[in-house]
């Protein structure tokens, strides 16, 4: 069973920083992304960032690039998304799951949701102004 569990939330002040941990596991796919998403309520779910198993490499949707990072570490089955400069629109839900095998990428637009089969609970981010 593919399981994933997203932490790491947490309340912020604007400007400050949080790093998000994502641990999977459950599969054994060779081709996978791992990506992060958010949402806030009433809203649909936005493609923050994602990362190939194959080759590390690394997509972002244009709000995030230069604020956020996104890093894994496949044999420890984790990922990370560290989060720089948060701004209160940052403020939602986070998810991350598990695209297989990996969908292509529109650069600038994040990872689409839709790709994704394998969700995890999400964790809450919070940023004051």
């Known amino acids: 069973e593919v399981q994933l569990q997203a932490s790491g939330g947490g309340l912020v002040q604007a400007g400050g920083s949080l790093r998000l941990s994502c641990t999977y596991s459950g599969f054994t796919f060779d081709d996978y992304a791992i990506g992060w998403f958010r949402q806030l309520p009433g809203k649909e779910r936005e493609g923050v960032s994602c990362?190939?198993?194959?080759?590390?490499?690394?997509y972002y949707v244009d709000s995030v690039k230069g604020r956020f990072t996104i890093s894994s570490d496949n044999a420890k089955k984790v990922a990370y998304l560290q989060m720089n400069g948060l701004q209160p629109e940052d403020t939602a839900v986070y998810y991350c799951?598990?695209?297989?095998?990996?969908?292509?990428?529109?650069?600038?637009?994040?990872?689409?949701?839709?790709?994704?089969?394998?969700w995890g609970r999400g964790t809450q981010v919070t940023v004051s102004s």
């Open positions: 990362i190939s198993s194959a080759d590390g490499s690394t």
């Open positions: 799951a598990v695209d297989t095998p990996m969908s292509p990428v529109v650069p600038g637009a994040g990872p689409d949701p839709y790709d994704y089969g394998y």
